[in-house]
């Protein structure tokens, strides 16, 4: 079984500034996928970014991006130049490729605020 | 743009009730899911449905049940609401089990008393 950890419960950044979210996981799987989610308050969770696990470069999508460490089973997210519409509770979460394909495993989330 | 939609959004339950909470999606998405989200516990997945006419256990499934009526809708049933039930539940769906990217609905806050 695939477990995610998220060891910081809250965050908090300056506006404009950068800010990084942990995440560690813990498998047994050699093909997967790991992903992070934003869920903004009172609105829709929307996926952030993906990073496929045979793939050596990190995913980036405009001010986000990550640090993926696969011999340390490590995926952090990075903000770069923080908005105040970052403020959320962002989710890890974890998919392999074998008979748990397709079920996505999450971590337990980090709120983070963006002060103005 | 309705996306996923999920009702009720609100529902207090006395222990022992029975509830359906209603799914459904536009997007013609082939995978659909229903998670509970718990303080310090992130997302939890208790059923997913493949494509149309399937169904598979997640990680907490004791206590509900799960029908995928056709590739639009799927509902996830309480048959005897316990307090440890009570949660915030979401649907979600995904175009297919291999993209990972799901689309969530609103939520629904459920209470059992």
């Known amino acids: 079984a695939q477990t995610v950890t998220q060891s910081q419960p809250e965050m908090s950044v300056q506006e404009a500034e950068t800010v990084t979210l942990s995440c560690t996981y813990d498998?047994?799987?050699?093909?997967?996928?790991l992903f992070w989610y934003k869920q903004p308050p009172s609105r829709q969770m929307i996926l952030v970014i993906r990073?496929?696990?045979?793939?050596?470069q990190n995913a980036t999508e405009n001010r986000f991006s990550v640090n993926f460490q696969k011999a340390a089973k490590s995926f952090s997210l990075k903000i770069s130049d923080s908005q105040l519409g970052d403020t959320a509770m962002y989710f890890c979460a974890f998919m392999a490729r074998g008979t748990s394909y397709g079920k996505l495993t999450f971590g337990q989330g980090t709120i983070l605020t963006v002060h103005p | 743009n309705a996306g996923v939609t999920q009702t009720p959004k609100f529902q207090v339950l006395k222990t022992g009730q029975s509830m359906t909470l209603q799914c459904a999606q536009d997007m013609n998405h082939n995978s659909m899911y229903w998670y509970r989200q718990d303080p310090g516990m992130g997302l939890r997945l208790i059923y997913y449905?493949?494509?149309?006419?399937?169904?598979d256990k997640g990680e907490v499934p004791n206590g509900y049940n799960v029908s995928r009526l056709n590739k639009r809708e799927f509902s996830l049933r309480l048959e005897s609401a316990a307090p440890s039930q009570t949660s915030v539940y979401f649907c979600?769906?995904?175009?297919?089990?291999?993209?990972?990217?799901?689309?969530f609905g609103e939520g629904s806050r459920l209470t059992v008393l």
């Open positions: 979600a769906s995904s175009l297919d089990r291999g993209t990972g990217e799901l689309f």
């Open positions: 990073q496929e696990a045979y793939k050596q």
């Open positions: 449905s493949a494509s149309e006419g399937t169904t």
């Open positions: 498998t047994s799987e050699n093909n997967y996928y």
